[in-house]
């Protein structure tokens, strides 16, 4: 059968209420548009939900594997993410890394012997990653306004983005903050924040770099 716009959009307001990313709304219409196409009998908004039933279980089985399939890809891209930073540790990204260290090692014994200010060095490494957490937060929220519904990889970007802000907050609170847990040196905190420094590099540099990869939503 040809379907009118009128009966497009029909099918579009049913299966919205019921999913919930837009990956999956997206393979479910094209899926029972095709159906239908391909069906000669006259169009019925019950033959949606049979078709629904038949090949998806119904729309509490889709959300079941929206669920499921979410904990996976999450999984799936922390991993990918872990793996990414080690691999910068190899050739050619080691050598990011090692003028990254060196001018590490170059902060550390200029300031060593004399009065260093911390503050300049963790505000550039709480902006750096404010930044990146922002930024996230901004595309999920654009995206969702855009698409009207959020994309099942929206939970793993907005782990990736603020992770690295509240594990630094959290040492910098910890270890370096006056009412700190514990009571360094100044030498200690030079190489603490020196550490987060180097570390904090490496992780926006794999975020950036993950962010403009064209990730698989559609294999696991």
């Not at 509490?60 to 999450?74: A, D, M, S």
């Not at 200690?188 to 550490?195: G, P, Q, V």
Request: hydrophobic share 45%; with cysteine; net charge positive.
């Amino acid at each position: 059968m040809e379907l009118t716009m009128e009966q497009r959009q029909e099918i579009s307001d049913y299966i919205s209420t019921a999913v919930k990313y837009r990956e999956t709304y997206y393979e479910l219409y094209d899926h029972i548009i095709n159906a239908l196409n391909d069906s000669d009998e006259v169009y019925c908004l019950n033959h949606v939900a049979i078709i629904i039933n038949r090949d998806f279980g119904g729309f509490k089985n889709i959300q079941l594997t929206e669920t499921n399939y979410q904990k996976q890809l999450n999984k799936k891209y922390i991993s990918y993410f872990r793996s990414e930073m080690l691999s910068s540790f190899s050739y050619p990204g080691i050598l990011n890394n090692a003028m990254i260290f060196a001018l590490c090692i170059i902060i550390y014994f200029g300031k060593k012997n004399q009065p260093f200010n911390l503050g300049s060095m963790l505000v550039a490494i709480q902006l750096s990653l404010s930044i990146i957490c922002l930024f996230g937060f901004y595309k999920i929220v654009a995206n969702r306004l855009k698409f009207l519904r959020y994309s099942i990889l929206d939970n793993f970007l907005g782990y990736l983005c603020s992770f690295g802000l509240v594990l630094i907050n959290s040492f910098l609170s910890v270890f370096i903050s006056k009412d700190g847990l514990f009571d360094i040196s100044v030498d200690s905190k030079l190489i603490l924040a020196l550490t987060l420094f180097f570390f904090g590099s490496l992780y926006a540099r794999t975020f950036i770099k993950i962010y403009n990869q064209k990730l698989n939503v559609l294999a696991i």
